[in-house]
């Protein structure tokens, strides 16, 4: 039961206290160390107080997934030391006002939706890194390149001004095991590194399966529902 006294505040430190435990048990049984790993805290549908207090307890990534929430929720945000994570799937037609405010996109997965960010990003002189989505199974509704197409997206991001590669990024398949999942992963990423020694970014795992992903390498982790809370069904 919630204590009635609860803040909002408190709720969230105690989320964000676990997965600080997590992540270091993790960490301890990996040989890993802490500072190795990013923790994005996917704020997508709480409002930007939310924000503000992750940021008083020492976070400096957030994700979104939507333009227009994170949008509004970024410009309400502009006076907090923030990285801005973008991580869900992306129309071209939002490029622009994608780059505005995201400093990292980890859901490119197409090279029309690449040259749209690159060309927006140069009009707004920015430049964003952005990390190829690798879908790992046979779900394109969830977005991703199949990994034979991971090679060429990743050269064409090289090469785009306005865009820097940063690494990959994937969702482990539903009902899965996601070890499986982000030891795949992490695989194609060190065939890229041969390639491109600096996109070093290997983001998985979520709420579900970060221990399995710093098992496997993981560099960013995407943090929702553990840190504040499950997210009430999504109506448009
Ligand atoms: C919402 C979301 C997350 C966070 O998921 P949780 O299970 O709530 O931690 C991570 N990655 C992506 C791409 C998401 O859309």
Sequence with gaps: ???????????????????????????????????EITLVAVTKTYPASDVRILTGLG???????????????ASECADLPLTWHFVGQLQTNKA????????????????RLAEALGR???KAGRRVTCLVQVALDDDPGRGGVVPAQLPALADLIAVTE????????AV?????????????????????RVEHPHASVVSAGMSGD??????H??????????????RKPFVR
Aim: charged share 25%.
């Design 210 to 215: 970060l221990t399995q992903a710093i098992a």
């Design 120 to 122: 927006e990003a140069v």
């Design 1 to 35: 039961m919630k204590n009635a006294n609860t803040t909002r505040r408190d709720e969230i430190a105690a989320g964000l206290a676990e997965v600080e435990r997590r992540i270091a048990g993790a960490c301890e049984t990996a040989g890993r160390a802490r500072h």
């Design 217 to 230: 390498g993981a560099t960013h982790l995407r943090v929702g529902t553990a840190l504040l809370g499950r």
């Design 96 to 111: 622009r006002s994608v780059v505005s405010y995201a400093d990292v996109i980890h859901s490119v997965d197409r090279a």
């Design 59 to 73: 976070v400096r990534d957030v994700g979104e997934n939507r333009d227009q929430e994170a949008a509004a929720k």
């Design 172 to 192: 482990a398949p539903l009902g899965g095991d996601p070890g499986r999942a982000f030891a795949r992963l992490l695989g194609l990423s060190f065939a890229l």
């Design 162 to 169: 306005g865009l820097a590669l940063g690494g990959v990024m």
